[in-house]
């Protein structure tokens, strides 16, 4: 049991009359890329806060990095690591300062932060930009750093809710080379996205239709059980099916 | 707390005084209004004194008031017109404006003082302008003490000039000197209040805030980082408006300066936790000014007898003002500063708004606990 990162087991969480996560089972494996996919209103970012220890499910049972979602939302939030699609970084401070600030609440010791800062700057290429205000970097840069300031404290468990929206497809390309890097590292990469060439690039995909997984497995074989050639295709039949609007 | 969560708050305070000393706006709302505030109410108001019309009327025409005229005349603080008013005459002057006070030499004034060794001089002045008057007031006031002090050392027979000192229109002069514990309320509602919602609401428009959620930080710690620098930066904003009284506006502060600091923190914490409250319910930066502006800033202006006494206000209107904390504050800080009473005088005022900071306090964290369900 080592191995397995996150595990949800019927997973469900209600608002009043409204299931917005209705009973998911799934497991991701320790260093596997994760992709959760699913239409806006599908209930991913529900199901991602109730993993992230921000949100108390209403039934069913899940464990993030080993500990109980219920009880143990301090630790989980210990061992993760989270992007937002928003992006996440302060405009208004250094590169290095916004290091040393996210590494400060994660409780990094000083030594820790300065060796890993300069390995995260040199790994970007942007060691010269260390004191350059975030607001004047390219975005592409931007969202990178983000993703290296996400996992600067080491965590097991790294989410990433729609990281690459609004990049061109080529930094998006070298933003998934930066999540195959942490994947290598053991880190395991929960990933929320849009752009079904991005599905492609998972390990195994699920998808989300009116807060249940509808689909669950590699996108190979998605596109072999659904008899088509892209993921695209997979998720536009899925999706076709739902009955709930997007918001 | 242990230091790793020491640690944490050091980091997150840094980053927040990064935001404060980086934004020229942010500045300027925190040290520059203050500043600009206590100038504008105190300078303005207080320094256009020179040559102002009186009108002198001389009862006595005898030596005594001849001399005191003339050092009156000889000032320049004065610009003297000289003519027998009756006393309606001298209201209808003062009304219209045309001399902002009126002196009054009753007949033998110089008989009564030399031979009594005791006179009276009548002193009218204008209190619609209070300042002004009490100014004017304390000049006279310094001239005739001069000339008791010359005949002293003439005649070594110690006379005494009382003067009778009316202030017509608003006899307790309000709004003079109480303008500086008004603009201190005022200021340090605008900055801990306006600034520390502005500054969380902003990590909300950023979605930083959901970052600082998932982080182990603990949410008290962030409430606690967020709140600690305006903190400081308010002592720091009292102790300048302070300073300048003193030294710019010669308003000695006649109580205890310690009392004062720590009536002022406890303050500054229920206006934080107001600020808290309004960023709680507030989703971006432009509603957070807004919410402020309004539901802080103007009972700030308007209900804490600061600039309007409040004795005269609608009943329905004095209801409002008792829950506004200003104005317990205000009180307080009147009484410190320019009544110089102890604590004993103030503890219901320091109750009142230790009791209100309390509440804000537990309405915050039930608030905040709600919203991460």
């Given at each position: 049991m080592d191995n397995i990162a996150i595990k949800a087991d019927k997973l469900t969480k209600r608002f009043g009359d409204f299931v917005a996560v209705d009973a998911i089972t799934f497991d991701v494996k320790q260093g596997e890329i994760f992709g959760f996919v699913g239409a806006n209103g599908a209930g991913k970012t529900t199901a991602m806060r109730i993993l992230c220890g921000l949100s108390v499910p209403t039934s069913g049972t899940a464990t993030v990095a080993g500990f109980d979602v219920y009880k143990q939302a301090e630790e989980i939030k210990k061992n993760i690591g989270y992007m937002s699609q928003k992006f996440s970084l302060y405009e208004d401070l250094t590169v290095m300062e916004n290091i040393t600030f996210y590494a400060g609440i994660y409780g990094l010791s000083d030594k820790e932060i300065k060796d890993r800062g300069a390995e995260l700057l040199d790994r970007l290429g942007i060691t010269a930009e260390a004191k350059t205000f975030v607001g004047s970097l390219p975005l592409g840069w931007k969202q990178k750093l983000a993703f290296s300031v996400a996992v600067i404290h080491r965590p097991k468990i790294v989410f990433l809710d729609e990281p690459t929206g609004g990049v061109d497809p080529v930094t998006r390309r070298q933003f998934w080379d930066l999540i195959y890097e942490a994947s290598d590292r053991g880190i395991t990469a929960f990933v929320t996205t849009h752009y079904m060439d991005e599905a492609e690039y998972c390990g195994r995909v699920s998808v989300m239709v009116d807060g249940r997984i509808d689909a669950f497995d590699t996108p190979a074989n998605l596109k072999k059980q659904f008899s088509v050639n892209s993921m695209n295709e997979v998720f536009y039949q899925l999706a076709r099916g739902a009955k709930r609007k997007a918001d | 707390m242990n230091t790793a969560v020491l640690k944490q708050l050091f980091a997150f305070i840094q980053k927040e005084f990064y935001h404060v000393f980086r934004d020229r706006k942010t500045l300027?709302?925190?040290?520059?209004?203050?500043?600009?505030?206590?100038?504008?109410?105190?300078?303005?108001?207080?320094?256009?004194?020179?040559?102002?019309?009186?009108?002198?009327?001389?009862?006595?025409?005898?030596?005594?008031?001849?001399?005191?005229?003339?050092?009156?005349?000889?000032?320049?603080?004065?610009?003297?017109?000289?003519?027998?008013?009756?006393?309606?005459?001298?209201?209808?002057?003062?009304?219209?404006?045309?001399?902002?006070?009126?002196?009054?030499?009753?007949?033998?004034?110089?008989n009564d003082l030399s031979h009594l060794n005791k006179a009276q001089i009548q002193i009218i002045a204008d209190a619609s302008d209070p300042n002004t008057a009490t100014t004017l007031t304390s000049y006279l006031t310094s001239i005739i003490n001069d000339y008791q002090a010359e005949a002293l050392a003439q005649t070594n027979v110690s006379q005494t000039i009382v003067p009778q000192v009316k202030m017509l229109y608003n006899p307790e002069l309000l709004g003079a000197p109480?303008?500086?514990?008004?603009?201190?309320?005022?200021?340090?509602?605008?900055?801990?209040?306006?600034?520390?919602?502005?500054?969380?609401?902003?990590?909300?428009?950023?979605?930083?805030?959901?970052?600082?959620?998932?982080?182990?930080?603990?949410?008290?710690?962030?409430?606690?980082?967020?709140?600690?620098?305006?903190?400081?930066?308010?002592?720091?904003?009292?102790?300048?408006?302070?300073?300048?009284?003193?030294?710019?506006?010669?308003?000695?502060?006649?109580?205890?300066?310690?009392?004062?600091?720590?009536?002022?923190?406890?303050f500054i914490i229920s206006c934080l936790a107001l600020g808290l409250w309004i960023s709680v319910g507030a989703e971006s930066q432009m509603a957070a000014m807004m919410t402020s502006q309004m539901s802080l800033m103007l009972p700030t202006m308007m209900l804490t007898g600061f600039m309007f006494p409040i004795e005269n206000m609608p009943i329905w209107m004095q209801g409002i003002s008792y829950i506004v904390p200003s104005r317990y504050y205000y009180t307080i800080v009147k009484a410190i500063m320019l009544q110089g009473l102890g604590f004993s005088a103030i503890w219901r005022e320091t109750l009142v708004l230790a009791f209100i900071t309390f509440v804000l306090i537990v309405v915050n964290i039930r608030k905040f606990k709600i919203r991460l369900a």
């Open positions: - | 300027l709302m925190l040290f520059g209004v203050p500043i600009a505030q206590v100038l504008l109410f105190g300078f303005v108001l207080s320094n256009e004194i020179k040559g102002s019309r009186i009108v002198v009327c001389d009862y006595a025409k005898d030596y005594g008031s001849q001399e005191i005229i003339r050092k009156i005349e000889a000032s320049k603080y004065f610009k003297v017109q000289k003519a027998a008013l009756t006393h309606d005459q001298i209201e209808a002057e003062l009304r219209s404006g045309n001399i902002k006070m009126a002196v009054i030499f009753p007949d033998h004034f110089y109480n303008f500086v514990p008004g603009v201190m309320a005022l200021v340090l509602m605008l900055i801990c209040a306006m600034m520390t919602s502005i500054a969380i609401v902003k990590e909300k428009e950023m979605g930083t805030m959901e970052i600082l959620l998932v982080s182990p930080l603990k949410p008290y710690l962030v409430i606690l980082a967020k709140t600690i620098p305006y903190l400081l930066v308010s002592l720091l904003n009292l102790a300048a408006i302070l300073l300048m009284s003193v030294y710019l506006l010669d308003l000695a502060i006649k109580g205890s300066v310690l009392l004062l600091f720590l009536e002022s923190t406890l």
